[in-house]
C-alpha cells in the first residue's frame, strides 16, 4: 500500500490480485516474447506526466501491453499509476487508471 491505495507495482501488487494469463513483466520496451500475450512495464511519473496523465511529480505505475507492441512507440495499453510519493501523506490522491487503444 502507499498512501492507502495499493501500490503501483506489478510483481509486488498486482500480480497477486488479478487472474491474467499468458503475461510477463518486462525491462524492455517492447513485447517480444512469443510465449506472451501481454508484457508488463513499470514506469516512474515521468512517463505518465510525458504523455499528459498527471502532473504531479511523483508515483510510480505500470502499463499492461500486447504482444508485438512497444509501450513507448504504440497507443495501445492499460495503465495504473499510484500518485502517492510514500504511505503516510498529509493528503491521499487518488489512483489513475485508464487506456489507450489509439493504435490497437
Known amino acids: 500500500m502507499r498512501g492507502g491505495i495499493l501500490d503501483g507495482r506489478w510483481n509486488n501488487a498486482f500480480s497477486r490480485l488479478v487472474d491474467f494469463e ?15 500475450k501481454w508484457c508488463v512495464r ?16 511523483s508515483g510510480r ?12 512507440q504504440d497507443h495501445c495499453y492499460i495503465y495504473y499509476l499510484n500518485q502517492n510519493n510514500n504511505a503516510t501523506l498529509a493528503t491521499v490522491l487518488s489512483a489513475l487508471i485508464g487506456e489507450d487503444f489509439t493504435e490497437c
Open 61 to 72: 505505475g505500470f502499463i499492461v501491453f500486447p504482444f508485438g507492441y512497444n509501450v513507448n
Open 42 to 57: 513499470q514506469r516512474g511519473n515521468g512517463w505518465f506526466v510525458n504523455r499528459g496523465y498527471s502532473t504531479l511529480g
Open 22 to 36: 499468458n503475461i510477463a513483466q518486462s525491462n524492455a520496451n517492447n513485447c517480444t516474447n512469443s510465449t506472451l
